[in-house]
Each structure stands twice: as C-alpha cells, then as structure tokens.
C-alpha cells in the first residue's frame, strides 16, 4: 500500500480595517476684538488686513503665533480707527509695500516687527493728528527704500516708545517732524529703549 503525503497550503486573509478620517485642527494666526466678542482668523496671507478691516474702534488685534503681513501693491494702511496690536510675544514680518499712515492712535506691544532685511516704503510710520506708541517692541532687521531709513514721520501728534528695542537697521533710523504748531502738541518720547547705529532727526 502506497502512502500519499498531503500538503495543504492554507493562504492567510488579509484584513484591512479603514481609520476613520480626522479633519486637521485649523491653524489661527490671531484674532481681533468686535463689539460682541473675539473672532480668530486662520493663517493666510492676509490676516492681518482681514482682521484690520474687522476690528472694532479702539479694539485689540492679538497674535497667536508668528505671522507675515504682505502687501501686494503699493497700498498704504489708512487706518480710520484706533487700534492695538498685541504680539503676545510673536513676530510680525512685514513685506511687499508696508507702511502705515496713522490718522487715530494706534499701539504695538510685546511684538517684534521685522521685514527680513526686504526694503519697505518711506516712512514706515506716518504719524498725524494722532498718537504712535510702541511699548516693548523689537523693530530689527529691516531696510527702507531710499536713503536715511526714515522710519518716523510726525506731522502733528506725539511718538511714543517706551520699553522698546531697535536695531539691526540696515540704512539708519531716521525721524522726521514737522514744524511744531501753534499749540506745541508734537511730542516724540523715548523712554527707557535702546536705540543701536544712528539715529537721525529733523524737522
């Protein structure tokens, strides 16, 4: 009697379970103050503008995380309203043709501002009829357009900078003010701040 060996071949199954999709946490680069609470912003090129188009007279912009803020075109910021932006300890790279023309108070604090060394317009503030103040700011690494880094440009009202850093400014700091009216109300403070290369003023 012959013996026949049986080989069986059993072929495993395989079993594919499908993960249930996650949908990704949106990332918010800051949010802004309205007149019935805070609406954040998720990262985009313009946030910034979204979120200064959108916030209330005399609100606070605050920054979640670090941003840039790029100006396409030769726009220039007008803002028709009082602000503050409040870094929170975060960096707002400025780019493109940022510069900001000033006509309510506006405040900077706790924020760096920087542009990477990308040229920006002249001046970068334009201070009139209203009140700059920049509390614990770092201004570094950033180069204008032209000659003299005009960086301040007072027409009437009072430049305020306090607690703050400036530095690494690649074609100077320059300020410029206007002839004092017949009130005396132009002011330029500078209190307990550092200032590193040279820093030119005239009226």
């Not at 043709?97 to 501002?113: D, E, G, H, M, Q």
Request: proline content about 3%; some cysteine; hydrophobic content about 35%.
């Amino acid at each position: 009697m012959t013996t026949k060996k049986l080989k069986i071949i059993l072929a495993g199954a395989a079993f594919c379970c499908a993960q249930p999709l996650v949908a990704e946490e949106p990332v918010y680069d800051l949010e802004y103050e309205t007149a019935t609470g805070w609406v954040q912003v998720e990262k985009s090129e313009n946030s910034f503008g979204t979120a200064y188009d959108n916030v209330k007279p005399d609100g606070t912009i605050r920054l979640l995380r670090d941003i840039t803020y790029w100006c396409s075109t030769d726009i220039t910021l007008r803002p028709t309203k009082g602000m503050t932006i409040d870094g929170q300890g975060h960096t707002m790279t400025l780019s493109g043709r940022f510069s900001c023309y000033a006509t309510r108070s506006w405040v900077f604090k706790n924020i760096t501002l920087t542009s990477g060394g990308v040229k920006l317009d002249q001046p970068l503030f334009n201070v009139a009829s209203a009140t700059l103040c920049l509390d614990n700011v770092h201004l570094s690494n950033i180069a204008m357009r032209g000659n003299g880094g005009q960086f301040f440009q007072l027409k009437s009202g009072t430049i305020r900078i306090v607690d703050s850093t400036l530095s690494n400014l690649s074609n100077g700091l320059a300020l410029f003010t206007y002839q004092p009216n017949t009130t005396g109300t132009n002011r330029i403070e500078i209190v307990n701040s550092t200032i590193s290369g040279t820093l030119t003023a005239w009226e």
